[in-house]
Structures are given as C-alpha cells and as structure tokens.
Antibody, heavy 121, light 106 residues
C-alpha cells in the first residue's frame, strides 16, 4: 500500500525558514518523480516543485524559485522541501504527491494528507 | 506558461443528474490532462489521466474526453458521494492546475 506522510509544518514568522519532509512507502521511491503541491486557504491547487526519481532534474513555480529547494534521499525514501524567506502568501496546506513517472512532467496518483504552513507574525 | 480555465466555477445539480465540467487550455496539450476530485479537508484523488483513462477503482460513471485545448469530465449519474470540487491538471509542459469547479447539491 502506497503511503505518503508529510511532517514539518507549523507557524513561522515572515522571513523565516521551515523544512518539510515526506516519508514514502509501498512503492519504488527512486523510480518515481515526486512533488510538492500547495493549497492556500479556500483556494485551488498550485504545483510548488517537482523532482525526478534520481533527483537530477527539478522544477519550481515562479512564486517560490530562489527561495524553496526540493530534494530527496532515495536511501531513506524521503522527500524534502526547504523553504526560506517565507512570506504570508506561502501560507497553505502543503501536499506531497507521487507522480506516475520517473521524469516530470506528470500527473499524481497518490497524495499525502498534507501539512499546514502558516506564515504570520 | 499553459493556463487552464475550468467552467463553470460552481455547478448545482441533483442526485441522478448527468453533469459535465469543461477545462480549456491556453495552447494545445495533446491529451496530457488529468482530473482530480477533492473533498473538504482531504487530499485530491486522481480520477482520470491521459484525458480519458479511468484510474483504477474509480466508478465508471466518471468519464473524460477531449484533446488539444478542450476537455470534459462527465459524471453520468450523480451520487451523493460525488459532491466535491474537481480540478483539471495539464502535464504537457510542466504542470498546472485549473482553478477548480465546485459541484454543489441543488
């Protein structure tokens, strides 16, 4: 059974940093691109970042490029999102999502339950 | 960037109705389109990929069609469990989502 479990969310002040983690199980992690998708309160879905199975290819939304860094540790079956320079508009539920491909772009067949990031003073 | 526009934004319907949601792309995306269902407080669930391929375990009352720039998601006979928000997503060039269509009970 595929499982994705996010952690690391919380309340942070503007300008602060946070690192999200997503522990994956039930599939061959290194053979699958992984992504972070966020949803601001009452809003739609936004792809934040995606990384290829090997970690060698990454993509970022314009809204986070230069501030966020996606990475993965295939030996630990874990996906990360390092978020620096956080802004109020980064407040959202962040979902870890599994792509059905080793290389992006792709669609997402499994999603975690989400972790809430709140940026506020 | 490829933009996706869903219509309508909100749809009111009754159990048993046939409903259709449209997703229009700002440029051709071939058939690289997926549809998701999301219920309040829950993660999205994949329904359809490659425009018309039904994900395993998804009821056959859901169907998708279209190509290039115009796509539809059809629910043939609405069930109580289907009232939710639906999103399209293109994966022809990077990945973008439509703004969502909320399906409400009439």
């Amino acid at each position: 059974e595929v499982q994705l479990e996010e952690s690391g969310g919380g309340l942070v002040q503007p300008g602060g940093s946070l690192r999200l983690s997503c522990a994956a199980s039930g599939f061959t992690f290194s053979s699958t691109a992984m992504s972070w998708v966020r949803q601001a309160p009452g809003k739609g879905l936004e792809l934040v970042s995606i990384i290829s199975g090997s970690g060698g290819s990454t993509y970022y939304a314009d809204s986070v490029r230069g501030r966020f860094t996606i990475s993965r540790d295939n030996s630990k079956n874990t996906l990360y999102l390092q978020m620096n320079g956080l802004r109020a508009e980064d407040t959202a539920v962040y979902y870890c999502a599994k792509a059905r491909r080793i290389l992006p772009p792709g669609y997402f067949d499994y999603w975690g339950q989400g972790t809430l990031v709140t940026v506020s003073s | 960037d490829i933009q996706l526009t869903q219509s309508p934004s909100t749809l009111s319907a009754s159990v048993g109705d046939r409903v259709t949601i449209t997703c229009r792309a700002s440029q051709s995306i071939s058939n690289w389109l997926a549809w998701y269902q999301q219920k309040p407080g829950k993660a999205p669930k994949l329904l359809i990929y490659k425009a018309s391929s039904l994900e395993g375990g998804v009821p056959s009352r859901f169907s998708g069609s279209g190509s290039r720039t115009e796509f539809t998601l059809t629910i043939s006979s609405l069930q109580p469990d289907d009232f939710a928000t639906y999103y399209c997503q293109q994966y022809n060039t990077e990945e973008t989502f439509g703004q969502g269509t909320k399906l409400e009970i009439k």
